[in-house]
């Protein structure tokens, strides 16, 4: 996406609205495929893109690199970073030396590791003793910051928060084994929230749970 200004035609390069949403048809895990499909063609017809091939050539290999593509893929352990790679070779630059013979590499190679464990017990130290300030008086806030880690519960508490404040009930559907929540927001986005009574578990069909492993505004707000 990086490459994107240099791919349009120049009468784009300052259409601060086609940038706006492009990125926003790209980068968008809330929508399913066959909706970016819709949008990708309604923005490339309009802005006349068809016959340049980088256009074409995404396109199709669109089941790889989509985010709507990747909606029902458990992606919870993942660090959305540049790569993993490049994290991890910026970490080891700042101990291991280009010329170091063998002997040197393994010591600081040895002082690199003893670092991060450091770094781990610390991180743990902090999650053990630390009472995270509540934004609510919610119970499964106050729960979720007993049982999670710092940066884990300050993710949960955005969605909590964003509950609150953007998200209202349009309307609701009571069954003999599912309840069903029509969501929406300032946005006019709408989504759907499913209470299986069986189990008493909620389903939200934006799929942040099973994909990242935290609730989303949506299921907590039913809730």
Known sequence: ????????????????EF????????????VEPDEFEEEWNRLVKQHQLEDIDWFTTLYAYRKFWILAYFRDFPMGSMIRTTSISESENSFYKNFLKPRANIAEFYLNFNHAIEFQRN???TLDYHDATTIPILATTLPFEKHASRMCTDSMFKKIQEEIMEGNERYRVLGFLFGETVDTYKLGDSKRNAYVVRHQKTDDTYSCECKLFGRHGYLCSHEKNPG
């Not at 940038?19 to 809330?30: I, R, T, Y």
């Open 19 to 30: 940038k706006k949403e492009f990125n926003a048809c790209v980068w968008s895990d809330l």
């Open 1 to 16: 996406m990086h490459k994107l200004a240099s791919k349009v035609p120049n009468r784009l390069l300052r259409d601060d």
């Open 119 to 121: 770094s781990r017990t």
